[in-house]
């Protein structure tokens, strides 16, 4: 049995990265592994909050963010950015919000803690890469974590925008490309399949 643990990421613009995710927690959990799924940049609104918790005492789920969304001024068309309005903290290029800064700097920490104990098999970082997108976390912080993570530990970052120093770094890189999408007909998130 290869006792190798890999760093695998899901970025790109299509739909499906925490689902993929998901999906291989849960066969993980199938094999006999603990998991620890930290969400970043995400608040307790999603469905598989619901189950997760349920499904196995080897899986810790835990959510690390907020409501509301960052985005940086000027990285989404005017069209975007008013249809995220209500919706996202926008913020100047190089200065996010502190509260924002120190609630993924805790996160961080968790993940250190999650990736180092050795207690678990299979890391889930989700939406790690966006807050490294925003510069919500160093390149630096995120290398040493995976760097100094315990022999066999499955690391997977998930999310948007990933930078061109983590997928060098990877083991696996997958991305979703979005080919077709029925928001595009104004069609809102639906409860259980987006959200």
Known sequence: MNSTGFVQVYTGNGKGKTTAAIGL?????????????LQFMKAKVYSEHSILPEISPNLTLQTIGKPFFVVKEGSMSPEEAAQWRDKAVFFPPGQPPQEYLEIIAGGMEKAR?????????LVVLDELNVALHFGLVSWEEVKSLIEKRAKGVEVVLTGRGATPELIETADLVTEMREVKHYYTQGIEARKGIEN
């Open 113 to 121: 803690e999650a990736t180092t104990s050795g207690e678990y098999d």
């Open 25 to 37: 927690a849960i066969r993980a959990l199938g094999a006999g592994k603990k998991v620890m799924f």
